[in-house]
Every structure is written in C-alpha cells, then in structure tokens.
C-alpha cells in the first residue's frame, strides 16, 4: 500500500519535472518582428517588452492547423497606444503555409476566449462608446471567426446565443476596412465625400466610415456600409460643412455582386448621416433605423429586404 502510494507520488512529480521543463511559447519571427516595432513607438524597452509575461498567448479561434497568437498590450503598457480604451488587442492567423498574418487588432479593455455549443468566440469589454455609452459604462463585444480552416476569412462582430441582442452601429471591426482593396463603388463615395469637403477649401477624410456589417439581403454574404457620420472635414482646425448632394453625406448600404466582376450596388441609401443599430434577437441580423427623438428609448425601423426591387426598405 505504501510503494503504491510512493508510485502515484513518483509520477505526479515525474509530471511536474515535465511540465516545467516543456519550453516556453515563442512566437515567430514576423509577429516578434511587429510587436517589437510597436512596442519601440510606445517608448518602451523593447528587450523587456518582448519578455512581459503574459504578452503572448496560443489559442484555437480559427481551427487552422497553426494556433492563432493573442498579443495583449496590457502585459506591456504604455501611454503613447493605451488609453481610457484599453490596450491593443491582436490576433495573428497563419493561412495554410502562409506566415502569420495580424487578423484582429483593437483597443480593448480586456478579453476572454469563450466556447459553448461547438462554437468558440473571443469575448472583449471595451469602451462603453462603442455600445452608445459613455466610457464608463460596460461594453461587451464577441467577435467570432468566419471561414473555413486553410481558407482566408475574418473575425467579425457576432451575437452568441442572443446575446447581445443588438449593437449599436457601426459595427466594430476587427481591422479597418481596407480602401486600397476596395471595389470603385466604394472608393468612389469616399472619394465623392472628400472632394465635397474640398470645395470648402477643407481636408476630408472617410476612410472611417467604411465597415463591413452582416448579410442583410440574405446571399451569404456581407454588406458594407458607408456612414457619414464618421466622414471628417476640417479646415484650419475647425470642422467644415461640406455641400453635399444625394447621399454624399449619407448612410449607404452596399451589396456585392452576384458575379465575379460585377458592380457593387446600393441596396439602401439616406441623403443625410442615420443612426442605425443591428438587432440579433430573432437570430437573422436586421439593420434598423434609429429615430431622431429627445428621449433615450428612440423608435426604431427595421429595414426589410425585398429581392424584387432590390432594396432594403
């Protein structure tokens, strides 16, 4: 009875020798390489930066062959990229035998991975201004990944189970949209807004106010909204007006195509700038219109798909 005690003692420690000796996580060269650069532009020691516990993590968001890499700033912090936000918050994805590449990265206050039901979701708190609150109040937000392992794909916003049941828009992406890649019918209307600002001797920018959101006219594939709420113009510091005309100044939703090659569509556009939010609540995203109104429960209009017309009405 004693030696069989003295055996499961011998290979519980037999078990711990192992563990502690399995070597530390390194994460390769092209995510290093990144992360040291911002940690350099953070004014921080890089050499004691890259050694932070808890900077570097592996997890499974992706179900690719490679684990996905977290990079979680805080464990680094500084004042150059932390904030009343947070820290930045990364995820590199390595494709096939394609070397990592940053798939995620936001200012979070913190995050957690979370599974349920054969889905696995990473659950972040940020800034309550990305759910219509002020900083002090929570927002939680769960991005999930969309595509197939050895396949690109994305992390995009996602209600887990209900809940949330909405968010405010727009959306939070999990990188900024890319504008050099973008169709001409997207590109053209950022450039329409910044020409408008121009004629008023401004400085226009809406590279913000592109974003990605959910399949809304149900072809399996996400629509893109430009909003003019978050299209910039200033002029000696000052923010300008411009003139804008039909939905320059907007909210417009844009369908891909059909067919390879094909023009993007408008499938929903306002000659002014709406608020708008996404309700999950029966499982199928719905873009809705939000009232203007003086109290804090605003009606809301759910834009319906009609494939006759090809419109979100």
């Known amino acids: 009875m004693h030696s069989a005690r003295l055996g499961r003692f011998s290979l519980v420690a037999l078990a711990l020798v192992v563990a502690s000796c399995a070597p530390a996580f390194v994460a390769p060269q092209e995510v290093r390489d990144a992360v040291a650069a911002r940690a350099a532009q953070g004014g921080l020691d890089v050499d004691a930066a890259m050694r932070a516990k808890g900077l570097f993590a592996t997890a499974d968001l992706t179900s690719q062959a490679a684990p996905d890499i977290i990079v979680d700033y805080s464990a680094a912090p500084s004042q150059r990229y932390c904030g009343t936000g947070g820290c930045p918050l990364q995820v590199w994805v390595k494709i096939g035998a394609a070397p990592y590449r940053l798939a995620f990265d936001i200012q979070a206050l913190g995050h957690s991975i979370e599974t349920g039901a054969n889905r696995t979701w990473l659950a972040t708190q940020l800034h309550g201004v990305h759910c219509g609150r002020t900083g002090a109040d929570a927002c939680a937000y769960a991005f999930e990944w969309s595509g197939a392992a050895d396949q690109p794909g994305g992390f995009h916003a996602a209600s887990i189970f209900g809940k949330p049941d909405h968010y405010v828009g727009p959306l939070m992406q999990a990188l900024p949209f890319d504008l050099e890649a973008a169709p001409i019918e997207i590109s053209s209307t950022v450039e329409r807004f910044e020409s408008a600002c121009a004629k008023m001797r401004g400085g226009g920018d809406a590279s913000g106010a592109v974003s990605t959101v959910p399949d809304l006219n149900e072809d399996g594939r996400r629509e893109v909204v430009f909003d003019g709420r978050f299209a910039a113009c200033l002029a000696e510091n000052a923010p300008r007006t411009p003139v804008c005309h039909a939905d320059t100044c907007g909210t417009i939703v844009f369908a891909a195509p059909s067919t390879p090659g094909g023009a993007w569509s408008k499938i ?40 006759d017309e090809g419109r979100l009405k």
């Open 268 to 307: 929903y556009s306002s000659t002014s700038a709406q608020d708008y939010d996404f309700d999950f609540s029966s499982g199928k995203p719905r873009m809705r219109i939000i009232e203007p109104c003086e109290t804090e429960r605003c009606q809301r209009r759910s834009l319906v798909w009609f494939p």
